[in-house]
């Protein structure tokens, strides 16, 4: 990123190493993403800060530590990530971080102004393993099924039904925030019928709303 935010960029990286993350990749990829694109012009002096940020819509940019969390706790699934669907495309944040690392992305959003914008930000960063869909995240997304990996970046008041059914078997991986009031973030491994949960603590996230916008 050669402009005015490098060196702000730069020091989220170390603040992210400092914080616990571990994974090269995705510090790399935390670093060059220019974060300042994801968020309303009058925000940007504040896009390299450890916080979360307006979006528009009552929504919100994922904080830096919890993007690169939740990325890292999918890379360390025992499979490969060729095929990842995120629930909750927002801004793209999360998109344009994850995409790079994996085979392909695919996306959905509730909301379709944001949905817009997202899809136009993944063009000007020419990134093009990205499919998005304008629709309910509780549904998943079928016809693209089964995922190596399931990203929920809202926070669901019980795990999703469908969720569940379009993990790969031998070892898909699903990291989701869970709960209201008190959210916790759960990994959640599929093996066959099995499905084993883990969680990696306590989590602010928009809710995952049932239903699309007319
Ligand atoms: N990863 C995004 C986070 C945005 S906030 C970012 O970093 O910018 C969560 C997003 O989930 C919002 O855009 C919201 O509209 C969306 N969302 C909430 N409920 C949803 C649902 N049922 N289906 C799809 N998207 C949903």
Same mark, same amino acid.
């Given at each position: 990123m050669v402009n005015q935010f490098q060196g702000q960029a730069r020091k989220l990286k170390q603040l992210l190493v400092n914080a616990g993350i571990q994974h090269e990749a995705v510090l790399d990829m935390m670093e060059t993403t &220019?974060?300042?694109?994801? =968020? &309303?012009e009058s925000l940007a002096h504040k896009a390299y800060e450890n916080t979360a940020l307006p979006i528009g819509d009552g929504q919100t940019i994922s904080q830096p530590y919890i993007v690169a969390k939740m990325t890292e706790l999918l890379l360390a699934?025992?499979? &490969? =990530?060729q095929r990842v669907l995120e629930i909750g495309t927002g801004s793209g944040y999360q998109t344009a971080v994850l995409a790079p690392l994996v085979e392909q992305v695919f996306s959905v959003e509730r909301i379709s102004t944001l949905q817009y914008q997202a899809k136009r930000r993944m063009k000007l960063l020419d990134l093009h393993n990205i499919q998005m869909k304008y629709g309910? +995240?509780?549904? +998943?997304w079928h016809s693209k099924a089964p995922f190596d990996g399931i990203l929920v970046t809202a926070a669901a008041s019980r795990v999703p039904e469908a969720l569940l059914a379009q993990l $790969? &078997? $031998?070892g898909g991986r699903l990291i989701i925030p869970v709960g209201e009031e008190q959210q916790e973030l759960k990994i959640i491994e599929r093996h066959g019928d099995t499905y084993q949960q883990t969680s990696s603590g306590g989590v602010r996230f928009v809710p995952l709303v049932q239903g699309v916008l007319a």
């Amino acid at each position: 990123m050669v402009n005015q935010f490098q060196g702000q960029a730069r020091k989220l990286k170390q603040l992210l190493v400092n914080a616990g993350i571990q994974h090269e990749a995705v510090l790399d990829m935390m670093e060059t993403t &220019p974060r300042h694109l994801f =968020m &309303p012009e009058s925000l940007a002096h504040k896009a390299y800060e450890n916080t979360a940020l307006p979006i528009g819509d009552g929504q919100t940019i994922s904080q830096p530590y919890i993007v690169a969390k939740m990325t890292e706790l999918l890379l360390a699934a025992n499979r &490969p =990530m060729q095929r990842v669907l995120e629930i909750g495309t927002g801004s793209g944040y999360q998109t344009a971080v994850l995409a790079p690392l994996v085979e392909q992305v695919f996306s959905v959003e509730r909301i379709s102004t944001l949905q817009y914008q997202a899809k136009r930000r993944m063009k000007l960063l020419d990134l093009h393993n990205i499919q998005m869909k304008y629709g309910d +995240g509780w549904e +998943g997304w079928h016809s693209k099924a089964p995922f190596d990996g399931i990203l929920v970046t809202a926070a669901a008041s019980r795990v999703p039904e469908a969720l569940l059914a379009q993990l $790969e &078997p $031998e070892g898909g991986r699903l990291i989701i925030p869970v709960g209201e009031e008190q959210q916790e973030l759960k990994i959640i491994e599929r093996h066959g019928d099995t499905y084993q949960q883990t969680s990696s603590g306590g989590v602010r996230f928009v809710p995952l709303v049932q239903g699309v916008l007319a």
